[in-house]
C-alpha cells in the first residue's frame, strides 16, 4: 500500500508525452524498471515506520519528474524522458530536491525577466542625464548571485519603490500572456457544488511541469503560530492558509486579488470577526479567550512588491469535485532573497523572519547542510503551483490533502485517502 502512489505518479508523468505506439511499448519497459527501483524503498524500515516522509519523498519525485522534464522544452526526446526516469529511481530524496528547486528558480527567473520588460520604463528613452529608475538589469542564465554590484539598500523605514509603467493589472495580465503563452484569471468555478465560488483558471496553454501560480501572503514558522489572526482555530474565518511539509504557514487572506502598482506591502489587514450575542460565556470561558488569542506585534519587514503579479492567485485554486482528477500540485520553492532584482515578484513576506533560513551553496545548488568552504544565505520559503499534465483554457485543480483525523466539508471529496493519511500522520 505503500508503494501505491508511485507507480500512479509514473504512469501520469508518461500520460503527458505524446508518443507513438513504438514508443510507448518502450515506456513501459521503463516503467517496468522504476517499479523495481522503487521496491527498494520497501525495504526502508525508516519509510514503514514514517509515513508522512514518504509521501514526501513521493511528492518530490513526481517534481522531479514534471520540472525536469519542462525544462527540456517541447523539442525532448523519448530518451530524454527514459533518462529522468532512470534518474528518479537512482538519484537521492536530497539531489532530487535541490534539482526541483534549480528547475522552479530557471522558470521563476524567466517569469520575472518578462514582467521586467512589461513593467520597467524603456532606459532608451530617458532624458539625458536622467538617473535610472530601475536596479541595474540581471545577468544573463540560472544564476545564484551572492553579494554583487545591486544598488545600495534603501533606508529601514522608508524603502525605495521604483519607477514603473502604469498599467493595471489586467493589462500586465494580457501582456504576459502575449510573452509566456498563459496567464491566470479569476472567475465562477466550474464544480458543480454551491460552495465552489470563484475559481483560478489558466487562460493559454501550458506543459506539464510548468510554475502556473504563486501562494501568495504572509509566512510564518512554527515559532510565530500565535501570531497569526484568529489563533488558535487559526482556520474558522480563514480558507487560505496552507501548510508545508516543514511547518512552515502561509496565510493569503491578506493578498486578497493583489493590486494595481508596485508598493510596500508588510501583509498588515484586520480579518472580520463573527460575534454570536446570543451566547453568554462564564468565567472559564473569558479566561480561555484571553489565554489562547493570538500575540500582538507587527513582526512584518517592509518589502517592495508587485501587486500586479497576474500569477499570485495560487491561493483561489479549489479542489477537484467527484470523479475529476486534480491538474496541479504543490511545490515547496525556496526564494533565495540575495536575487534582489527578482524580489518584487515574489509575492511573500515573512512575519517576523521567519521565512528565512540558512543555507549553504555549494555550486548551482542551494541547500541546508554543507562543509565550511559553502556560502551563506537566506532564504523566503514559500509555495508554487505546478501543472501535473499540459493544460489549456482551464480551471486549476489543487488536492487539497485535507486530514482525515477530523471533520470535512461536505463538499470535499479525497482524491487519495491513502495521501492523506499520509501527509498528516
Not at 517499479?35 to 514503514?48: E, I, M, P, R, Y
Request: glycine share 8%.
Amino acid at each position: 500500500k505503500l508503494l501505491q502512489p508511485i507507480p500512479y505518479v509514473v504512469q501520469l508523468f508518461l500520460s503527458i508525452l505524446l508518443l507513438t505506439d513504438e514508443n510507448q511499448r518502450k515506456m513501459a519497459s521503463l516503467f517496468n524498471k522504476f517499479q523495481k527501483a522503487v521496491g527498494v524503498l520497501a525495504k526502508s524500515s525508516t519509510f514503514a515506520k514514517n509515513p508522512r516522509q514518504l509521501q514526501f519523498e513521493a511528492d518530490i519525485n513526481k517534481l522531479f519528474m514534471y520540472t525536469s522534464f519542462n525544462r527540456l522544452g517541447r523539442e525532448a526526446l523519448e530518451t530524454d524522458a527514459e533518462e529522468i526516469i532512470e534518474m528518479a529511481g537512482k538519484t537521492s530524496l536530497s539531489e532530487q530536491q535541490k534539482q526541483v528547486q534549480d528547475n522552479i528558480h530557471y522558470q521563476v527567473e524567466n517569469f520575472c525577466s518578462l514582467m521586467d520588460a512589461i513593467l520597467c520604463p524603456d532606459v532608451s528613452k530617458r532624458e539625458p542625464g536622467s538617473q535610472p529608475a530601475t536596479p541595474p538589469p540581471r545577468q544573463s542564465g540560472l544564476t545564484f548571485a551572492v553579494g554583487g554590484s545591486n544598488h545600495a539598500s534603501p533606508a529601514a523605514d522608508k524603502p525605495f519603490v521604483p519607477e514603473t509603467k502604469p498599467l493595471k493589472l489586467a493589462q500586465v495580465s494580457q501582456r504576459l500572456m502575449e510573452q509566456l503563452g498563459y496567464t491566470l484569471e479569476i472567475k465562477p468555478s466550474v464544480i458543480p457544488h454551491k460552495d465552489a465560488g470563484q475559481g483560478c483558471f489558466i487562460k493559454g496553454e501550458a506543459d506539464a511541469g510548468t510554475v502556473l501560480a504563486f501562494y501568495p501572503g504572509v509566512i510564518y514558522s512554527p515559532a510565530f503560530y500565535r501570531y497569526i489572526p484568529g489563533y488558535p482555530k487559526v482556520d474558522s474565518q480563514n480558507s487560505y492558509l496552507i501548510t508545508r511539509y516543514d511547518g512552515t504557514v502561509i496565510n493569503a487572506q491578506p493578498w486578497g486579488l493583489g493590486g494595481d502598482s508596485r508598493e510596500v506591502w508588510t501583509g498588515s489587514y484586520t480579518p472580520a470577526v463573527k460575534t454570536d450575542t446570543k451566547t453568554s460565556e462564564n468565567g472559564s470561558d473569558r479566561l480561555w479567550k484571553a489565554l489562547s488569542k493570538p500575540l500582538q506585534g507587527s513582526g512584518k519587514a517592509k518589502e517592495v512588491l508587485e501587486r500586479r503579479n497576474p500569477l499570485a492567485f495560487g491561493h483561489l485554486a479549489n479542489h477537484p469535485g467527484k470523479e475529476t482528477n486534480p491538474n496541479v500540485m504543490i511545490c515547496p520553492y525556496d526564494f533565495p532573497l540575495v536575487e534582489k532584482d527578482l524580489r518584487p515578484y515574489v509575492p511573500n513576506v515573512s512575519f517576523g523572519d521567519s521565512g528565512e533560513v540558512k543555507m549553504k551553496r555549494f555550486g548551482s545548488f542551494w541547500f541546508k547542510t554543507g562543509g565550511s568552504n559553502g556560502v551563506e544565505a537566506p532564504v523566503l520559503k514559500t509555495l508554487v503551483l505546478v501543472a501535473t499534465r499540459a493544460l489549456r483554457d482551464e480551471e486549476l485543480l489543487l488536492n487539497y490533502r485535507l486530514s482525515n483525523s477530523k471533520r470535512r466539508p461536505d463538499w470535499y471529496t479525497p482524491v487519495n485517502e491513502e495521501e492523506d493519511r499520509r501527509r498528516w500522520s
